[in-house]
């Protein structure tokens, strides 16, 4: 459960402002799901990239594009399909004949946002053409190194892996996502409001940029200035440290998802009103932020163990600084 | 210290701990540094050997006091436990007590374990002070400590305590009167009621302390004398009275119950052959049961250097004297010479019987030699010296009223046929044959001493010795009355040790050209007899107090190479200990990060305790927030407030608001239990 903390100061700092705007925004079109809205804000203010995960048609891709058009930049959309190529996404060279030239012409990668819709859909190789481009901003295409623009915000939707037609996502490329958001199903009074909502039109139609881009890096900038207390950082790297000691996992978190959580939580704090994280923040995106870089062993598996479960009951093994 | 992640560029860092601090309330690590605590220790132990044993108790007090920032952490914070702890003690003082075979009293009673008690009180109080300090008023059980050591302090008849005592009771009792009102659990009216309320509340309750202590003194005023009376008869009956012991003057008075006072006065090491009688004063004139000079109007002169023996080659016993309130220094009859260690000069009183005495030292212990004489060297030993004809008539002269009793007594015991030391020895046996021994005695009106010859009361020792001096002089032998010390109490090492109820009287008699000791008091009056053995735990406690000065000694005769190897060995137990509490902090139960100082750490402990006073189990694996839930919103912004001042950057002003708040939140626990029941309800 998130906690909504409503500091007295809210209109006073601008950060807030903007953070409030965006949700409202977000909140014309995506009915009844705050928490997965300010997951989602919170991966794009701590820098990272958010993997979009649950069962068709309960709006991923929809707030998705709406934060993509939210934010005053370029937007690319991918559709991933079993045929696509690396270089559909990065982008290549063709020939001018009457040039006698090469050009490059540059894939949909060079954008402020990037959806790379139903990621699993498309194969292992295609997948990870997106990993330098996530991890370091950056392209090289025939030895030529580009740099993205910024701010550079991937999000990913993908089914769950168990549906037909999905690869699996590497582990290597979950790992680049800094935080795996499931939306759920909406409640009947919220689907009803959808469903009222789309009467004439979609309201995403009438959706306008509120933020653009040198806002959101001056955002990103002033999150990373966020207080982390030593104790808090301890806290931190002892539940990754946990995790890595489950004889149910295969594999446990690695330094880059304990650095995922602390800006995750820097993040979290200052659409809280604070300037310091605390261990509460820490509970809240554990799962959001940790549960997808796990990889259960097979025979913890099957005999029903999940991922989230795993984080869960790392957090109940940590004791708490206070 | 903290690590802070944000580069230098956003805005000042400020670490979380107790430096940079510079105004308000600073919430700083109460521990001393450890130059201080150092320096403090040091002046406390040199409190204790200045000689001045009424500084003893502040002493140690002081120490327990800086040890106490050591180990406040592992005190235990519940009451009942504390009061459990408390009572055992007791308890274990009074069951460790001396055997209460003669006197008919219950030990808890003993002036001794009342003082026990009022230390171990002390100390506590002292721990408790300590450990509030800064949180705002002292709670109830503070003041009802005080009124213990209060109590304590006065049952025994100390009054000099009661100064020094009086005015932190009366602080601390108007201090605790707030928290009497916040304590009450049952009756929480009076908390949310108006503040005119509460202060009538308070108003009334220091009405009615003042009443009480009105009264009391209106009482004593008026019934003093009769509440006396009857408590001398209860005393008389159930408590001891004066304590036997070694003074300066020597009177027959009356005497009930006499208390043993086991103190010690001296410790004799390498001293050979059996019990001692060691002489202190000598009396020569007798009258209505006073024996003279008095201390004061004796004159003592530096002894000569040479007189006292220093060159006696003898066999040597130690003393280590205690400090005894007189100053005398007690030797045997024959000693060939006492000579003194350190700078301890000696002073006789060469006219009354050669009674020793140090010159005026402060020191606590005073030591000195005894040489015992070679059968070869000389008859008149330095305390054993002639009368001058000055002094020969003195030692004869008989009160007129004691001369009918005395003389046909002396004659018909030891008739002048016999030779002169058979004379005296008839003395001894006759009086230690025919007549009662008594500690209690009441000699009624008329001479002592002729009453106890006429066999009509019975006498303790000085009776004993002042009447065979009268019949010695009857029969015209020279004698004088002595009080000293009978040293029979033998350590397992084999040192001798003289305690205050030793104190034993008896007479000299100059016969053959030389003093002879006459001690004609009966076997079972002797101290050796007469008192119970000492407490096993007495002697503990003994043999700690003895502790320090036997390691220094022991230290100041070590070799350089020894010393430092006692070093290196100390720096690896410093070391082990510092390796002990490494991993003690790691240990379960203690939470393992970077812990915010002691007053932040207090708060969070005065936050769970009122958690847990709601009924909330607190999990070390948990925040409080998830224990908390959202149900009340108090709770709630004092976690929000905690946070702040854990986890952001340190400012005193948010540092008291916490304060305030907690405050406010423990003034009004009910809100606690419906948060509580609202938290199970979502749950």
């Known amino acids: ?322 | 210290m903290n690590h802070d992640s944000t580069a230098p560029a956003c805005g000042p860092v400020r670490l979380y701990s107790s430096t940079g601090m510079t105004d308000g309330l600073e919430p700083v690590d109460q521990r001393l540094p450890w130059a201080t605590t150092g320096a403090a220790i040091l002046a406390f132990i040199a409190l204790y050997y200045s000689g001045r044993s009424r500084f003893d108790g502040v002493a140690l007090m002081g120490t327990v006091l800086v040890a106490a920032a050591f180990i406040h952490q592992r005190l235990p914070a519940s009451l009942v436990l504390a009061w459990f702890l408390r009572i055992t003690i007791f308890a274990a003082i009074i069951v460790l007590g001396p055997p209460r075979r003669r006197i008919n009293v219950s030990a808890a009673f003993e002036p001794d374990f009342v003082h026990y008690f009022g230390y171990l009180l002390m100390a506590e109080l002292l721990l408790r002070v300590w450990q509030y300090h800064k949180q705002g008023p002292p709670p109830g059980d503070i003041m009802v400590l005080t009124g213990l050591i209060f109590m304590s302090a006065t049952n025994t008849m100390d009054t000099h305590h009661i100064p020094w005592l009086a005015p932190p009771f009366m602080i601390l009792m108007g201090l605790s009167l707030r928290d009497f009102q916040r304590r009450g659990q049952s009756a929480p009216s009076h908390r949310t009621a108006a503040v005119w309320r509460q202060w009538s509340w308070r108003g009334g309750a220091i009405a009615v302390m003042i009443g009480l202590g009105l009264g009391g003194s209106l009482a004593v005023a008026s019934f003093g004398p009769s509440v006396e009376r009857w408590a001398m008869v209860v005393l008389a009956n159930q408590y001891q009275g004066r304590e036997v012991g070694m003074s300066g003057t020597a009177q027959l008075g009356a005497v009930y119950n006499p208390a043993p006072s086991p103190q010690r006065v001296m410790r004799i090491a390498n001293f050979h052959g059996g019990d001692a009688h060691l002489r202190g004063l000598v009396f020569d004139a007798y009258r209505y049961g006073n024996w003279g000079p008095s201390m004061r109007a004796r004159q003592f002169f530096p002894a000569p250097p040479n007189e006292l023996g220093p060159l006696s080659i003898g066999q040597r016993a130690a003393v280590n004297r205690y400090d005894e309130g007189i100053g005398l220094i007690y030797a045997p009859l024959d000693v060939a010479g006492v000579v003194p260690r350190d700078d301890l000069l000696i002073e006789w009183n060469p006219a009354d019987g050669m009674a020793l005495r140090e010159e005026g030292s402060l020191r606590q212990t005073r030591d000195y030699d005894l040489v015992f004489p070679r059968p070869d060297e000389r008859r008149h030993t330095p305390l054993n010296q002639p009368p001058d004809d000055a002094q020969r008539p003195m030692y004869l002269r008989i009160p007129e009223e004691l001369d009918p009793v005395a003389a046909p007594m002396a004659e018909k015991i030891a008739p002048a046929t016999l030779p002169p030391i058979e004379r005296a020895r008839a003395i001894e046996r006759s009086l230690r044959a025919n007549h009662a021994y008594s500690l209690t005695v009441n000699p009624g009106e008329g001479d002592p001493v002729t009453s106890f010859l006429r066999g009509e009361i019975p006498g303790h020792c000085q009776y004993f010795a002042s009447a065979a001096v009268m019949l010695l002089r009857s029969a015209g032998i020279p004698a004088r009355m002595v009080t000293g010390f009978y040293a029979h109490e033998r350590e397992p090492n084999g040192d001798l040790t003289v305690r205050q109820r030793d104190a034993h009287a008896w007479a000299e008699a100059f016969v053959d050209d030389r003093w002879v000791m006459i001690d004609a008091t009966p076997s079972g009056g002797r101290p050796d007899e007469l008192f119970p053995r000492i407490s096993q735990a007495r002697r503990i406690g003994e043999w700690l107090s003895d502790l320090p000065g036997l390691i220094w000694r022991w230290a100041t005769n070590l070799e350089l190479w020894q010393l430092g190897l006692a070093g290196a060995l100390m720096a690896a137990g410093f070391g082990t200990v510092a390796l002990i509490q490494r991993y003690r902090r790691r240990a379960p139960g203690d939470l393992p990060y970077d812990q915010p100082d002691l007053a932040m750490r207090q708060l969070g402990r005065r936050f769970e305790q009122l958690l847990k006073r709601a009924g909330l189990e607190i999990s070390p694996r948990r925040t409080w927030r998830q224990h908390l839930g959202a149900a009340d919103a108090a709770y709630g912004r004092f976690v929000d407030r905690y946070d702040e001042a854990r986890f952001g950057e340190f400012d005193p002003e948010r540092f008291n608001r916490l304060e305030s708040q907690l405050r406010q939140l423990e003034q009004s626990p009910a809100s606690a239990k419906s948060a509580i029941v609202s938290t199970k309800a979502n749950a």
């Open chain 1, 1 to 322: 459960m998130m906690r909504m903390q409503t500091p007295a100061d809210l209109t006073a700092s601008p950060f807030l402002l903007n953070v409030r705007r965006l949700e409202e925004n977000l909140a014309t079109v995506i009915k009844g799901k705050l928490r997965a809205t300010r997951l989602l804000i919170v991966a794009l203010l701590s820098g990272g990239h958010a993997l979009l995960e649950d069962v068709p048609g309960t709006g991923k891709t929809t707030l998705a594009k709406s934060l993509a058009r939210s934010i005053e930049g370029t937007f690319r959309r991918v559709q991933f399909t079993p045929d696509l190529l690396p270089a559909d996404i990065t982008g290549s060279s063709f020939y001018r004949p009457r040039e006698g030239t090469f050009e490059f012409r540059e894939g949909p990668v060079f954008a402020n946002v990037l959806l790379a819709d139903e990621i699993n859909r498309t194969s292992p190789r295609t997948q990870s053409a997106l990993l330098e481009v996530m991890q370091e901003s950056q392209v090289t295409i025939e030895g030529v190194r580009r740099e993205l623009p910024r701010p550079f915000f991937v999000v990913a939707t993908e089914n769950p892996i168990e549906f037909h037609g999905t690869y699996p996502l590497p582990e290597a490329q979950l790992d680049r996502f800094a935080m795996r958001i499931t939306m759920g199903y909406p409640d009947r009074e919220h689907e009803i409001e959808v469903l009222f909502s789309q009467h004439e039109r979609h309201p995403f139609d009438a959706l306008e940029p509120v933020l653009t881009t040198s806002q959101v890096i001056e955002m990103q900038q002033q999150v990373r200035a966020v207080r982390v207390d030593r104790s808090v950082a301890d806290y931190i790297v002892r539940l990754v440290e946990q995790t890595r000691g489950d004889a149910r996992l295969r594999v446990g978190i690695s330094p880059r998802g304990s650095l995922s959580l602390y800006r995750a939580c820097q993040a979290s704090a200052m659409l809280s009103g604070r300037d310091f994280i605390t261990p509460d923040d820490v509970r809240e995106l554990a799962i959001a932020t940790l549960s997808h870089r796990v990889i259960l062993d097979t025979k913890a598996r099957y005999a029903g163990a999940r991922p989230d479960q795993v984080i869960e009951e790392a957090m109940e093994k940590t004791p708490v600084p206070r």
